[in-house]
């Protein structure tokens, strides 16, 4: 086996990080419950995650000012100094929206991520270290402290690409998931009453049915953020709540009222027809 990819095997199984972990991840989740912070860091008006796309910014002006410290001249040493700095600034919100996501992981990928976290947490510190030395005169610990910045944020990078490629978090998980194209029954309009939902069979996926009067809505019922079940979750003011992590969306079209969710839930137009309630995926424009 790969040593890389048996050290992330190592910590995906070492339990021991489970407990502190646990109490981060409670803190955390406290923190960003407001719905306002919960959106931002979680990037749902962006319409996706938020924190791969903020990782630029401190990865980028870090690797550059590494690599003026390497090859660079003396000329090169304020905009290294800059960079730097950047790079810094960078960081605070970046880990913040890595905060949010991660609160949401369960057992290995929650063991990976707290390594990838103390990793970048560790970058951040040394980075910050070197910048002091550059700002006091000692640029020679300076660049030393840079470079082995450098070296532990590729670590948490690696561990960040894991994360995302290995263990699929936070990836939209109703990607591929097509429901039928052509009206198709799926249940018997008198075995759900005003105000009911049940989850049904359509074709290859399955749906959330919710009676509205004489009405009926459909969603897919695998919530995009983590794949929890929405058929087990609340429903209220015409939205459905996932019970694992609060999205919330609403079931007339499946828009996004609340996050972590980034990707809107994919929405089915349901009739009753000869005493059959049947449903087909809706055109993407709609």
Known sequence: MNPLHALVDAIEHY????????????????????????????????????????????????????????????????????????????????????????????????????????????????????????ASG????????????????MFGG??????????????????????????TPVMAESELADGEHRKVDAGKVSVLLYRSGSGVLALDSVCSHMGGPLEEGTIADGCVTCPWHGSTFRLGDGHIVRGPATTPQPSYEARVNDGQIEVRRRAPWE
């Open 138 to 153: 000692s640029r020679t610990i300076g660049k030393a402290l840079g470079l082995a910045g450098f070296g532990v944020l």
């Open 158 to 183: 690696f561990l960040g690409g894991h994360l995302s490629y290995g263990n699929a978090v936070n990836v939209n998980k109703t990607a591929g998931r097509t429901g039928p194209k052509e009206w």
């Open 15 to 134: 339990d021991r990080l489970d407990g502190v972990a646990s109490a981060i991840s409670k803190a955390a989740g406290k923190a960003v419950q407001p719905r306002l912070i919960r959106n931002i860091l979680s990037g749902t008006p962006l319409g996706h995650p938020l924190h791969p796309v903020l990782t630029d910014f401190p990865i980028g002006a870090w690797t550059m000012a590494t690599v003026l410290d390497t090859v660079g001249g003396p000329a090169s040493e304020p905009a290294a100094d800059i960079l730097v700095a950047v790079g810094i600034a960078t960081a605070v919100p970046t880990a913040a929206a890595g905060l949010n996501d991660w609160s949401d992981t369960q057992g290995k990928s929650r063991r990976v991520g707290l390594v990838h976290a103390v990793a970048n947490g560790s970058a951040l510190c040394l980075f910050s270290s070197s910048a002091v030395a550059r």
